[in-house]
């Protein structure tokens, strides 16, 4: 069936601007728009969170006390609309007891404990109200092992339920560091039959994981980078599900994400101390200046580099071959600035360098919008070293604000950094290969030097800038796959 229109239900655990701990909200919150803008009728769904809730955001009830199962109890809850700026519908999934705390997935100590009570409700929900409402989307679009389970309701629980039966799932895994494991006894939880639970469901390794449910269960997997397709069929990156996503490789495809330039160009970021562009850089001087005066860092550093790293504190990240060389790059006299929230021994380790740093280093440990931008724009540099990376978006963020990316080269990060060839003039950041703090401090090491040449460095900063992320290719992308689900479209 060919259809003009096609209905897509997004569910995501995180959507900027409700609320975010990372890329996935960013890519949640500026995919629909892109999708809507192709023709298609996107509508968004999420947890109500104690964040949403205090941003004082107006809605309306759209369901009153809806009847979600949850293992042998009737959980009732309210859906509450809103609005994206653009007019896509949003649905909040309210549930005080499992939505209204402080953080959204755990405290730095840990997940919390009932994460499989709180995601199961958020999946059924999800579907229980599109139904009630009649909204009979043609595609659920499902992220991240918080949504793994409604690709598997689709084809169990509600297999002969006339209302889902012309839809298809897509499932995007955005990092498959996060599986959504349980202990196998806690299926009923689920309210999924134990006849689905062998290697072929959502059984994995003796457990239950959300994330291979939404893997097995889907009609088409993707994930946010090429390179990152290939990697987690890999044992080095498939964190166990390797074997798994090879078999289900026909499934499977690499789309990059997009960048909402709304929300990141230099030239309208409301967040800077001062806008600029490549035709007129002034407003970048004036924003490194800032910088350096709000992180207490040194004045000779407005002539030294200045590296910026924004990041979710995990061993994702590479902040551990960091701070194995944080002595050494401090000795090339350049400023490093961290802004970053997470595992607690990694915050204690950076906190202790900058400690040991006063002046050239300065971090900020929490969850910090507008000085992640303050720090897109101030940077020279921007070091993203990740041990594995899906997609990255703060690589992509750096180019346009001019600031040079010094990247590992994997998944995302190894599909849109291109090293800088002085030779050529071509190129649009730096690019190590071995996970090691000796290949990192090297590598810092050759954009230190480029950075006093400054006709060079301004032609690698003009190769980023003028360089085009934004989401319309790969939501045509996606909106293709979706098509290509249909039979006969
Ligand atoms: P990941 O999703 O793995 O965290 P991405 O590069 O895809 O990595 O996206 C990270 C997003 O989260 C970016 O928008 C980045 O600016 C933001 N971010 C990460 N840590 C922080 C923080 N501590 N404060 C503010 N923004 C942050
Ligand atoms: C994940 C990944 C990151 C990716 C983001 C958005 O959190 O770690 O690489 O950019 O999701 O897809």
């Known amino acids: 069936m060919v259809k003009d229109t096609l209905k897509v239900l997004f569910l995501a655990p995180e959507v900027v601007p409700f609320a975010k701990t990372g890329g996935l909200a960013d890519v949640a919150g500026s995919l629909p728009s892109a999708l809507h803008r192709l023709g298609a009728d996107v509508r968004i769904g999420l947890p109500y969170y104690r964040m949403i809730k205090e941003k004082g955001i107006a809605t309306r009830i759209a369901s009153e006390r809806l009847e979600v199962p949850l293992g042998h109890l009737i959980l009732r809850g309210d859906v509450l609309e809103t609005e994206t700026e653009d007019g896509l519908p949003v649905y909040f999934f309210e549930r005080e007891d499992l939505f209204d705390r402080p953080n959204l997935y755990g405290t730095p100590e840990g997940d919390y404990y009932d994460n499989l009570e709180r995601f199961t409700y958020f999946c059924r929900a999800a579907l229980l109200f599109a139904r009630e409402v009649d909204f009979d989307f043609d595609v659920v679009h499902c992220h991240d092992w918080q949504t793994g389970l409604v690709p598997a309701y689709l084809k169990t629980l509600y297999k002969t339920d006339s209302f889902f039966s012309a839809a298809v799932s897509v499932f995007t ?289 003009a190769n980023g800038m003028k360089a085009d992320f934004s989401w319309d290719r790969s939501a045509k992308s996606y909106l293709e796959l979706y098509r290509s689900l249909f039979k006969g479209a």
């Not at 997997?221 to 090879?246: D, F, N």
């Open 173 to 461: 895994i955005h990092n498959i560091g996060y599986q959504g494991i349980f202990p196998r006894e806690r299926l009923p939880t689920c309210s999924l039959p134990s006849s689905e639970l062998h290697p072929g469901g959502i059984e994995y390794w003796g457990n239950i994981s959300l994330l291979k449910a939404g893997i097995m269960y889907s009609d088409a997997i993707t994930t946010v980078s090429p390179k990152y397709s290939r990697e987690i069929q890999t044992s080095e990156y498939g964190m166990g599900m390797e074997g798994i996503l090879h078999h289900r490789r026909t499934f499977l495809h690499g789309i990059l994400n997009g960048v909402d330039y709304g929300l990141w160009s230099p030239q309208t970021d409301t967040h800077v101390p001062a806008n600029y562009s490549l035709e007129k850089l002034a407003g970048k001087k004036r924003s490194k200046e800032f910088l350096i005066k709000e992180m207490n860092l040194d004045l000779t550093l407005m002539n030294r580099p200045v590296l910026g790293m924004i990041s979710r504190l995990s061993a994702q990240k590479g902040l551990d071959l960091l701070v194995q060389i944080l002595d050494e790059i401090l000795a090339l006299d350049l400023g490093l600035v961290v802004l970053g929230l997470g595992d607690e021994e990694i915050q204690e380790a950076i906190q202790e360098a900058a400690d040991r740093h006063s002046g050239h280093m300065g971090i900020k440990i929490g969850f910090d919008e507008p000085l992640a931008h303050r720090i897109m724009a101030g940077a020279d540099i921007f070091l993203v070293p990740s041990q594995y990376e899906p997609c990255g978006l703060t690589q992509m963020y750096a180019l346009r604000y001019g600031t040079v990316p010094v990247v590992r080269a994997t998944g995302g990060l190894d599909d849109t950094i291109v090293p800088f060839d002085p030779e050529t003039g071509e190129g649009n950041g730096f690019k190590f290969e071995p996970y090691e703090a000796k290949t990192l401090f090297e590598t810092i090491q050759q954009a230190v030097k480029l950075f006093n040449d400054y006709r060079a460095w301004k032609t690698l900063m």
